[in-house]
C-alpha cells in the first residue's frame, strides 16, 4: 500500500488539465490566514519563490503541492483532499475565471499512516 | 424593521481618471447576494491593459496632487466622509446585499466607521508637523514628508466599504494617487462611493479597477509604475506580492489574517453585574459579521475552575443568537460572503468533528426559507477541543469558535502564544495586575483588555508574526505612504578647506 499524504479528486483533476493546456507547468501552494486563507491556490511553475522552508506533500495529476513548514506542523496529522467549489475566491489562483475555488476536503491520517508518514 | 433588496444598474465600468470606463477587453462578470445567490450585476473583469490605464492616470495626477496644501486634502476627505454620511442607509443596504450580513451592522457599524476613518485621516494632516534639528549654529536638518506617488490598494471582502476607508484615507491625506482594486466578490460599494464622490477629487487621484485576482490583481501588484503596494489577505497572496515588490524595490504593508485568542480569567465570574454580562457577550462576539473578521476571536480560553458555569451561559447566549434574513433589523447573523466560503467553513467543521472536537452548539449548515435557501448560512457554532487541533490553528472565517481550558495564567499564554499569527487578542479579569502583563505577554498587534472586537481610528491596528506589518487607523499609517525628505542646510559662508 502507498500511503500519501494528499490526493485529488475526479473533478478537480478535470480543471487542473484544463489550467495545465492553458499555462504549462503548475504548483499548489496552501495558503494560511483570513478570507481566502485555508485554500489551496495553484500557480504556474516559479510563479512563487519556493525553497527548504517549503514542505513538499505530493504530486496531484502532475502538479506539485507545497505548504510552508510552519504550516505543516499543525497541518501534518492530516491527509489532504483537493476537490472544487463553485464560487470566487479573491486570490491570485488561476482557476479563479472559471468561477470555481479549490477546496481542501481533511481526514485525520489513520495511525498506520501517521507511523510511515510522520514516524 | 426590513428593508429589501436596492435597485442596481445593468453594469457598472471602472473608474479611471475621474470617470466611468468599460473595461478595454469589454469582458464582465456576474456578482451575486450572498443571500439568496440572486444576480446583482455585472462588473468589469478588467485585464492588465485597463490597469496600465488606471497606473498612468495616476501618474499623471500625482506630481499636482502630491503639491495640494494639507488643507485642500482635508477639505476633500471631509467632503467624502460628509457624503458617505447623508447617504448611510444607500450605502448600507447595498453592503448587505453584496456581502449578506445583517442590516443592523451596515448601519451600525460598517458605513458611521467608515464615515469617521475620512475624518480622522483628514484631522491628522491639519495637525501633524514635520520637523527641523538645528546641528551645529550653521546646519540645519529639515525633515518634509513626501508622498510616494502612485499607491495600489488590493482590499478584501469582508468589510468592503470600511477596508476601503482603512486604505484610501491616509494614502490619499498623505499627497498619493490610488488605484484601488475591491474584492470581486464585493465590488458594489465602491462602485457606489465612485459614482457619489466623482467629482471630489482631481481626475486620476483615485481610480477603482474590478476583476479577477490572476487577471487583474497580479498586474496591478507587480506594476512598475506603482510605488507601493497595501493588501489585505491570506499569507500566498501575501508572499507573492512581496516578492513583486522586491522586483520593484517597493514597501508593502501586509495585513494577513489571523486566529485570535479569547481569554477569560476566573475574575470574571466574581459577580453576577453587568462586567460578567459584558464579558459573556464578549465571548460570543465570535459569530459578529458572520465571523468573517481578520481578528474573529475564534479560539476561546476560560479557566478551568469557571469554565462549566461560564460555558452554560456562553452557549445560552449563542443559542439566543436570532440568524435569519440579514435585511431585517433584527437579525444579529446572516449570510456568508460566498458559496466557496460556505463550504470550506463546513468542511471545517467536520475535520473538527474527525479530530475529536466536541459540538457543543450548532455544527451545520442553517437552513432558512424562501429565496433564502438558497443562500449560504451557517449556525453559530462551538467546538470544544485543545490547541492543536487545526481547527484552533487556522483561521476558519465563519462562526465557528473552538474553546479550550487553563489552569493558570502560564497555561493561559502558552496557548494564546502556539499560533503562527498575531493580529488580536482578548483578556477579561477583574485583576489589576493581569489586566497589564497579561497582554504584554502576549505577541499580537492589537489587545482587547475587557472589550472585543472595537476599531476607532486613532488606535493603531496590524500584526505580529505572520499576521503581516503596518498599523491601520491611526496616524502612524502615514508613513507607510510616504517618505521623508531630508533637507541639509548649511549657514555657513565659510568653505570646508578641503579643496
Redesign the interface.
Known amino acids: 500500500m502507498k500511503v500519501e499524504r494528499v490526493a485529488i479528486t475526479e473533478d478537480a483533476i478535470k480543471i487542473v488539465k484544463q489550467l495545465q493546456e492553458k499555462y504549462g507547468e503548475l504548483i499548489f501552494?496552501?495558503?494560511?490566514?483570513?478570507?481566502?486563507?485555508?485554500?489551496p491556490?495553484i500557480?504556474e511553475k516559479g510563479?512563487?519563490?519556493l525553497d527548504d522552508s517549503d514542505i513538499f506533500l505530493g504530486e496531484l495529476s502532475g502538479v506539485k503541492y507545497y505548504m510552508?513548514q510552519?504550516?505543516f506542523e499543525?497541518?501534518k496529522h492530516?491527509h489532504l483532499t483537493i476537490g472544487i467549489?463553485?464560487?470566487?475566491?479573491?486570490?491570485?489562483?488561476?482557476e479563479?475565471?472559471l468561477g470555481i475555488?479549490f477546496?481542501?476536503?481533511?481526514?485525520?491520517l489513520t495511525d498506520e499512516e501517521n507511523k510511515i508518514l510522520n514516524g | 424593521m426590513s428593508y429589501s433588496k436596492p435597485e442596481f444598474k445593468e453594469k457598472y465600468g471602472n473608474f479611471i481618471n475621474g470617470k466611468f470606463v468599460d473595461p478595454v477587453g469589454g469582458e464582465y462578470f456576474d456578482n451575486t447576494s450572498p443571500i439568496d445567490n440572486s444576480h446583482i450585476a455585472k462588473y468589469p473583469?478588467s485585464q492588465k491593459e485597463d490597469v496600465d490605464n488606471a497606473v498612468a492616470a495616476a501618474n499623471a495626477a500625482k506630481d499636482a496632487w502630491g503639491n495640494t496644501s494639507a488643507t485642500e486634502r482635508a477639505t476633500l476627505l471631509n467632503k467624502v466622509a460628509d457624503i458617505i454620511e447623508a447617504n448611510l442607509e444607500e450605502f448600507a443596504i447595498m453592503e448587505t446585499c453584496d456581502n449578506g450580513k445583517p442590516i443592523r451592522e451596515t448601519i451600525n457599524a460598517d458605513i458611521p466607521l467608515s464615515v469617521d476613518h475620512w475624518r480622522y485621516f483628514a484631522a491628522v494632516i491639519r495637525a501633524e508637523e514635520g520637523s527641523a534639528t538645528e546641528l551645529d549654529e550653521h546646519t540645519l536638518s529639515m525633515n518634509i514628508k513626501e508622498p510616494l506617488g502612485v499607491v495600489a490598494q488590493i482590499i478584501?471582502?469582508?468589510f468592503p466599504l470600511l477596508m476601503l476607508s482603512w486604505k484610501l484615507p491616509p494614502a490619499l491625506a498623505a499627497g498619493n494617487c490610488v488605484v484601488l482594486k475591491p474584492?470581486?466578490?464585493t465590488p458594489s460599494t465602491a462602485t457606489l462611493l465612485m459614482e457619489k464622490i466623482a467629482e471630489v477629487f482631481p481626475p486620476g487621484v483615485v481610480n477603482v479597477i474590478h476583476g479577477?485576482?490572476?487577471?487583474a490583481?497580479?498586474p496591478l501588484a507587480s506594476h512598475s509604475k506603482v510605488n507601493k503596494v497595501a493588501f489585505?489577505?491570506?499569507?500566498?497572496?501575501?508572499?507573492?506580492i512581496m516578492?513583486y515588490a522586491s522586483k520593484n524595490l517597493n514597501p508593502v504593508t501586509m495585513e494577513?489574517?489571523?486566529k485570535s485568542p479569547n481569554i477569560f480569567f476566573n475574575s470574571v465570574m466574581d459577580e453576577d453585574d453587568a462586567f460578567l454580562d459584558k464579558a459573556i457577550e464578549g465571548a460570543v462576539l465570535f459569530a459578529f459579521n458572520q465571523g468573517e473578521v481578520?481578528t474573529c476571536p475564534s479560539r476561546l480560553l476560560v479557566q478551568e475552575d469557571i469554565y462549566d458555569k461560564f460555558m452554560e451561559r456562553v452557549i445560552a447566549r449563542t443559542k439566543a443568537i436570532i440568524q435569519d434574513n440579514p435585511y431585517d433589523s433584527s437579525t444579529m447573523v446572516g449570510a456568508q460572503a460566498?458559496?466557496?466560503?460556505y463550504?470550506?467553513i463546513l468542511?471545517?467543521i467536520?475535520?473538527g468533528k474527525?479530530?475529536g472536537a466536541k459540538v457543543l452548539i450548532g455544527g451545520e449548515a442553517c437552513k432558512l426559507e424562501g429565496d433564502l435557501s438558497n443562500g449560504f448560512y451557517v449556525q453559530p457554532t462551538i467546538l470544544e477541543g485543545h490547541n492543536?487541533m487545526?481547527v484552533f490553528?487556522?483561521?476558519?472565517?465563519g462562526p465557528v469558535v473552538a474553546v479550550t481550558k487553563f489552569k493558570d495564567e502560564a497555561e493561559a499564554l502558552e496557548i494564546a502564544n502556539d499560533t503562527?499569527?498575531g493580529l488580536g487578542a482578548g483578556v477579561w479579569t477583574r485583576d489589576a495586575h493581569q489586566l497589564y502583563q497579561i497582554p504584554r505577554a502576549i505577541k499580537a498587534g492589537r489587545v482587547w483588555v475587557n472589550c472585543y472586537h472595537a476599531y476607532p481610528a486613532h488606535a493603531p491596528f496590524g500584526g505580529y508574526k505572520?499576521?503581516g506589518f503596518g498599523r491601520e487607523n491611526h496616524l502612524m499609517m502615514m508613513n507607510y505612504y510616504r517618505q521623508t525628505k531630508n533637507m541639509l542646510i548649511s549657514y555657513d559662508k565659510n568653505k570646508l578647506g578641503f579643496f
Open positions: 501552494h496552501q495558503s494560511g490566514g483570513c478570507c481566502d486563507g485555508s485554500s491556490m500557480f510563479e512563487m519563490y510552508n510552519d504550516q499543525y497541518w492530516t467549489t463553485k464560487g470566487r475566491g479573491s486570490s491570485f489562483s488561476l479563479i475565471p475555488r477546496i481542501i476536503h481533511s481526514r485525520i | 473583469r478584501p471582502w469582508n474584492a470581486e466578490q479577477f485576482g490572476p487577471e490583481g497580479k489585505t489577505g491570506e499569507t500566498t497572496t501575501g508572499q507573492l516578492q494577513l489574517g489571523g481578520c460566498s458559496n466557496d466560503q463550504e470550506k468542511s471545517y467536520n475535520i474527525e479530530e492543536k487545526r490553528q487556522e483561521e476558519i472565517f503562527l499569527y505572520k499576521s
